[in-house]
């Protein structure tokens, strides 16, 4: 009904081409790519949420440590 045939996707893919070159359609995919690999990786190296809140509850435990032993010397 209202759907696109594969001669009007080729009209379309001409136009885009002459408008942009291939050389810079070219770079867009490879761009394109590497971003989502980079995605991809970012999403897969997940650290667990619980280490990082460890991490600044004991460097604040140390903290407070570390104000009453002030306190006790002066």
Known sequence: MGGISI???LIIVAII???FGTKKLR????D???SVKGFKKAMS???PQDA???KVEAKEAA???QKAKEKEQA
Not at 27 to 30: A, N, S
Request: proline share 0%; charged share 25%.
């Open 7 to 9: 001669w009007q996707l």
């Open 17 to 19: 081409v002459l408008l």
């Open 27 to 30: 770079t867009l995919g490879t």
């Open 32 to 34: 394109l790519g590497e």
């Open 45 to 47: 190296d997940e650290k």
């Open 52 to 54: 990082s809140f460890e």
């Open 63 to 65: 903290t407070t440590e």
